[in-house]
């Protein structure tokens, strides 16, 4: 079964960024949507950006643009999420998924495979 490893979170100050990882263990990304979602404490999960099996079509959530940034490497094997300007209203676990790309792409259904997730706290 297809495993996805996240990597690349931490606490970070208000104002700074972070690159999040997805790697996909003993298989690759290719023919897979990516997507990026997240948890807030007492929160639901929330979807981030995704991006499409080509690497050529993005949709990012609202509070996501402009600050966020979603990516595939060409060897299909990462995807990688950059946040820039990160507010403690970023706190959360960072989850990565991949399958298919399901109306917006920014919901759960259609990702049948996802990663334990990743921390990230913006805090002074």
């Known amino acids: 079964q297809l495993q996805l490893v996240e990597s690349g979170g931490g606490l970070v100050r208000p104002g700074g960024s972070l690159r999040l990882s997805c790697v996909a263990a003993?298989?690759?990304?290719?023919?897979?949507?990516v997507a990026w979602f997240r948890q807030a404490p007492g929160k639901k999960r929330e979807g981030i950006s995704c991006?499409?099996?080509?690497?050529?079509?993005?949709n990012y959530a609202d509070f996501a643009k402009g600050r966020f940034t979603i990516s595939r490497d060409g060897a299909q094997t990462v995807a990688y999420l950059q946040m820039n300007n990160l507010q403690p209203d970023d706190t959360a676990i960072y989850y990565c998924?991949?399958?298919?790309?399901?109306?917006?792409?920014?919901?759960?259904?259609?990702?049948?495979?996802w990663g334990q997730g990743t921390q990230v706290t913006v805090s002074s």
């Open positions: 003993e298989f690759t990304l290719a023919g897979r949507t």
């Open positions: 998924a991949a399958g298919a790309w399901d109306g917006d792409g920014l919901g759960p259904s259609g990702y049948d495979h």
């Open positions: 991006i499409d099996q080509s690497g050529g079509i993005t």
